[in-house]
């Protein structure tokens, strides 16, 4: 009698032919509704579970619920979702997906960059708001980035593509990063601390992992180190940055504005000062969000999968689990 196939739990909506690999080698179910499974239909969809693929938050509840679950196939390259040390002590597999997406990422970057620069949604409002040609009524000016410096924090992947393409603005471009001076062939600048990082910046972007250590690395005493004039972009994790200190920073005027894919709560709370804030631009955590990445990013997850349940090497574990599917 053949061995009973391994099953597999989608937590979204993926397009099918993304997902036909799995389909030749395991039983899978997935999740029929809009957005992501609610929790409570996920841990009783999970009882009898080898492998999950998609995003979920990833506790000891979880764990527990799930005795048969081998690998979790994050469709993201962060894995502040995930409590590593609970998944490895119960020997499950944590991916995830760099490389993929950091093309898409980077674009967003310097998008965010060119709309504060520019006073794009100051000028857009101008517009629809009637105010163009009217009497008394000018626009604020925006900055050339020629010549500006840029700085970001945390140059891995996405940090140098970002800076390939600041470059090419004719940027300058300095940077701070746990690890010291990182090997690159770009003209970049290490600084050898962050208060230094941050006093040169006219543009601070932010690319660092979150981890203890880095949660809240941006708050008052940081964002008090940085010009009034500069602009603060984020399309990391929101708690890398302390947003109260942000909403004090910016309501003082002691930074110019920001721009933020990623928040503390996502979705915000619809009182969120953050929200009422003149001088900031908010995206809701679209920082992959092309066709393009997003397939790629399934692809890599589904290869992720398939080799940790057939029990194959896989590059992309962050977690050295007691044990292999």
């Not at 527990?64 to 998944?87: C, Q």
Request: overall charge negative.
């Amino acid at each position: 009698m053949p061995p009973e196939r391994k099953s597999v739990y989608v937590t979204h909506g993926i397009a099918e032919r993304l997902l036909e690999p799995i389909t030749r080698e395991f039983k899978m179910t997935s999740f029929g509704g809009q957005g992501l499974v609610p929790r409570e239909e996920l841990l009783r969809q999970l009882r009898h579970v080898d492998g999950l693929l998609g995003r979920a938050t990833i506790d000891e509840e979880l764990l527990n619920a799930a005795p048969k679950l081998r690998v979790v196939s994050n469709i993201a390259v962060g894995y502040d979702n995930v409590d590593l040390e609970a998944a490895t002590r119960w020997g499950v597999l944590i991916t995830n997906t760099p490389g993929v997406l950091s093309d898409a990422v980077a674009d967003l970057t310097m998008a965010l960059i060119l709309q504060m620069s520019r006073r794009l949604p100051e000028a857009v409002r101008f517009v629809t708001e009637q105010r163009w040609g009217k009497v008394g009524e000018a626009l604020e000016l925006g900055v050339d980035l020629n010549g500006r410096t840029l700085t970001i924090v945390g140059m891995g992947r996405i940090g140098q593509v970002v800076a390939q393409r600041a470059i090419a603005f004719g940027m300058r471009v300095v940077y701070y990063d746990v690890r010291g001076e990182v090997e690159t062939e770009l003209p970049l600048e290490p600084m050898a601390s962050l208060d230094y990082a941050l006093a040169e910046a006219d543009f601070l972007s932010l690319h660092t992992n979150l981890t203890p250590g880095s949660r809240h690395l941006i708050g008052d005493e940081q964002l008090a180190a940085m010009k009034p004039t500069a602009y603060l972009i984020n399309t990391a994790r929101g708690t890398i940055i302390d947003q109260a200190a942000l909403c004090r920073a910016l309501s003082d005027g002691r930074i110019a504005g920001a721009a933020l894919d990623v928040l503390e709560d996502e979705p915000p709370s619809p009182d969120d000062p953050i929200l009422r804030l003149p001088n900031v631009i908010i995206t809701p955590h679209i920082g992959s969000a092309t066709h393009e990445t997003r397939s790629a990013m399934v692809e890599l997850a589904v290869r992720n999968l398939i080799a940790c349940l057939n029990g194959e090497p896989c590059p992309n574990v962050v977690n050295p689990a007691d044990r292999t599917a």
